[in-house]
């Protein structure tokens, strides 16, 4: 299986909204979203979960599922480098009031 996005006429009130279809052996994810949430980021998120869940119920049941490992590799890459990114370069040799001051300015 895989992520597949379908064009559907189908419209919601809500901003947030995932069906999901069972096919017996596949599942099949739909996602509707408003702007600013990405439905290929959420789905991608809710496909790592899903395969994440079946796995741990297939080969370890008794697994807490607050064990699971639910994100993506590219979306915990996003979260904890591109967007954790706080270094910032700032001049040594003023003490900090002045540098509060500039930054008032």
């Known amino acids: 299986p895989g992520l597949r996005l379908l064009d559907s006429s189908e419209r919601t009130n809500y901003p947030l909204c995932l069906s999901v279809n069972d096919y017996g052996s596949d599942l099949s994810l739909m996602i509707h979203s408003v702007q600013p ?3 290929q980021r959420l789905g991608a998120m809710m ?5 994440q869940l079946t796995d741990a119920l297939a080969h370890t049941p008794q697994m807490d599922v607050t064990q699971l490992d639910v994100l993506p590799a590219a979306e915990r890459n996003l979260l904890l480098e591109t967007f ?9 040799d003023l003490c900090i009031q002045h540098l509060f001051e500039a930054q008032v300015r």
């Open 37 to 39: 949430a990405d439905p």
């Open 47 to 51: 496909q790592c979960a899903l395969e």
């Open 84 to 92: 954790n990114q706080t270094r910032q370069d700032y001049p040594t």
